[in-house]
């Protein structure tokens, strides 16, 4: 049984290597139907690692207050409406003001995304972000220390001179040193390193390493441009007292806004779960997407493999009434047949993986997304060739099994 199987796969790459270019365009048509499919879901999968990590690190019990919600956009990509910004004077009552049981709040802004830093001779681009923060902005945004330690509040209340630096300065300005006690030097400020914070690469071009926080009035005292934009976020250390607490914070904010019962927000309240929610929901769009645009592709190939099929059949003629002549089976010929559609198939379908898979690495590369080799995608475009490969190759192998051999013997 098996040295009649192996036969018939020895026959069937023979057949496949007289009509190569026949096959080789078929292939191609295959592949690239499997490239479509591996290739858009390998870079929206490598999307949604990134920017879900990124938020889930937050955890679900934590929700900002913001200028905006993330959804509000008009018809033509403007805002329908104009909010105020999130104001020091707003920031400094709401902590004041909102004392629910179990929070912790904390405040931040960005004071630059230019700034150069110096230590010694040595200084970096003027690339660093600068952010001013309060004690809890660590634990709030999910935010490691690797070295040294997290602002105390009396670093905050103090205004002490220090700071906590990304990983990248271990490359950019202390190679060969501890940077713990060093001193850096922002605008001329002189700030002392008591940490430095997990790697986290980078998110949509933006670099998460190379960033200086330094405390919030400290850089309220070097970055005094107009309508600083500040960011609130409460981590709630009970799951289930998040709603409450959700709503003790809007109620709160809405009094320092002075809002009369009957108006909307002015202000955006987002949850870390709420934006994990709509990014799998856009990834779905996405992936459904990739699944209508090769099958529609598939189906063109198998149209195209069911012809290169059936002219094999028409041109082998002869060849089939020869081996049915020496005894060869009806279920002999057509497995032969579909051997050979099953083998073109497969060879489409590493084609369109192979292509699938670099697509979805440069995608991921280009816009330093985490690149994750997608297996199912691959376990599906295996299955859905073999099954096209199945459904093309079932009428050209049932018309070879049928021919009649004198008939064929005497097809010229």
Same mark, same amino acid.
Do not use: H
């Given at each position: 049984?098996?040295?009649?199987?192996?036969?018939?796969?020895?026959?069937?790459?023979?057949?496949?290597?007289? !009509?190569?270019?026949?096959?080789?365009?078929? =292939?191609?048509?295959?592949?690239?139907?499997?490239?479509?499919?591996?290739?858009?879901?390998?870079?929206? *999968?490598?999307?949604?690692?990134?920017?879900?990590?990124?938020?889930?690190?937050?955890?679900?019990?934590?929700?900002? =207050?913001?200028?905006?919600?993330?959804?509000?956009?008009?018809?033509?990509?403007?805002?329908?409406?104009?909010?105020?910004?999130?104001?020091?004077?707003?920031? $400094?009552?709401?902590?004041?003001?909102?004392?629910?049981?179990?929070?912790?709040?904390?405040?931040?802004?960005?004071?630059?995304? +230019?700034?150069?830093?110096?230590?010694?001779?040595?200084?970096?681009?003027?690339?660093?972000?600068?952010?001013?923060?309060?004690?809890?902005?660590?634990?709030?945004?999910?935010?490691?220390?690797? *070295?040294?330690?997290?602002?105390?509040?009396?670093?905050?209340?103090?205004?002490?001179?220090?700071?906590?630096?990304?990983?990248?300065?271990?490359?950019?300005?202390?190679?060969?040193?501890?940077?713990?006690?060093?001193? @850096?030097?922002?605008?001329g400020a002189k700030f002392k390193?008591?940490?430095?914070?997990?790697?986290?690469?980078?998110?949509?071009?933006?670099?998460?390493?190379?960033?200086?926080?330094?405390?919030? !009035?400290?850089?309220?005292?070097?970055?005094? !441009?107009?309508?600083?934009?500040?960011?609130?976020?409460?981590?709630?250390?009970? !799951?289930?007292m998040m709603e409450g607490a959700?709503?003790?914070?809007?109620?709160?904010?809405?009094?320092?806004?002075?809002?009369?019962?009957?108006?909307?927000?002015?202000?955006? &309240?987002?949850?870390?779960?709420?934006?994990?929610?709509? &990014?799998?929901?856009?990834?779905?769009?996405?992936?459904?997407?990739?699944?209508?645009?090769?099958?529609?592709?598939?189906?063109?190939?198998?149209?195209?493999?069911?012809?290169?099929?059936?002219?094999?059949?028409?041109?082998?003629?002869?060849?089939?009434?020869? $081996? *049915?002549?020496?005894?060869? *089976? $009806?279920?002999?010929?057509?497995?032969?047949?579909?051997?050979?559609?099953?083998?073109?198939?497969?060879?489409?379908?590493?084609?369109?993986?192979?292509?699938?898979?670099?697509?979805?690495?440069?995608?991921?590369?280009?816009?330093?997304f985490e690149f994750t080799i997608?297996?199912?995608?691959? @376990?599906?475009?295996?299955? &859905?060739?073999?099954?096209? +490969?199945?459904?093309?190759?079932?009428?050209?192998?049932?018309?070879?099994?049928?021919?009649?051999?004198?008939?064929?013997?005497?097809?010229?």
């Amino acid at each position: 049984m098996f040295s009649l199987f192996r036969e018939n796969v020895r026959i069937a790459l023979d057949s496949i290597r007289g !009509q190569l270019l026949r096959t080789i365009l078929t =292939i191609v048509i295959i592949g690239i139907g499997i490239w479509a499919l591996v290739g858009i879901l390998s870079a929206v *999968k490598a999307l949604e690692t990134t920017v879900s990590s990124g938020f889930a690190s937050m955890g679900s019990n934590t929700f900002n =207050i913001q200028q905006y919600e993330f959804s509000i956009q008009g018809n033509n990509g403007k805002r329908e409406r104009i909010n105020p910004v999130i104001s020091y004077n707003n920031v $400094r009552e709401f902590v004041d003001k909102y004392q629910y049981p179990l929070t912790k709040t904390s405040v931040s802004f960005q004071g630059t995304s +230019a700034a150069e830093v110096r230590y010694g001779s040595e200084k970096t681009d003027p690339e660093v972000q600068v952010y001013g923060v309060n004690e809890n902005y660590l634990e709030n945004t999910g935010t490691e220390i690797d *070295k040294g330690r997290n602002f105390t509040i009396f670093d905050i209340e103090n205004n002490n001179k220090v700071c906590i630096i990304g990983s990248d300065f271990l490359k950019k300005l202390f190679e060969n040193d501890d940077p713990i006690n060093k001193t @850096i030097s922002i605008r001329g400020a002189k700030f002392k390193i008591i940490g430095v914070l997990e790697s986290k690469g980078s998110t949509f071009g933006n670099n998460q390493d190379l960033k200086v926080l330094i405390p919030i !009035q400290v850089a309220r005292g070097m970055y005094t !441009q107009a309508n600083i934009n500040y960011t609130i976020s409460v981590k709630v250390g009970e !799951q289930e007292m998040m709603e409450g607490a959700q709503d003790e914070a809007i109620i709160t904010f809405r009094n320092i806004r002075s809002l009369s019962p009957v108006e909307e927000n002015n202000f955006g &309240i987002e949850r870390s779960d709420d934006l994990l929610n709509r &990014i799998a929901t856009i990834s779905g769009y996405l992936e459904v997407a990739a699944w209508i645009i090769s099958i529609i592709t598939i189906l063109g190939s198998s149209i195209a493999l069911m012809n290169i099929m059936l002219v094999s059949v028409t041109e082998r003629t002869r060849e089939i009434g020869v $081996r *049915k002549a020496l005894g060869a *089976k $009806r279920s002999t010929i057509s497995t032969q047949f579909f051997m050979e559609t099953i083998v073109i198939g497969q060879f489409g379908s590493v084609l369109g993986i192979i292509l699938g898979i670099l697509t979805g690495f440069a995608f991921a590369k280009i816009f330093d997304f985490e690149f994750t080799i997608p297996w199912a995608a691959m @376990i599906w475009a295996t299955i &859905i060739t073999f099954i096209v +490969a199945v459904i093309a190759g079932s009428y050209p192998a049932s018309k070879a099994a049928r021919l009649d051999p004198i008939e064929s013997l005497r097809y010229e």
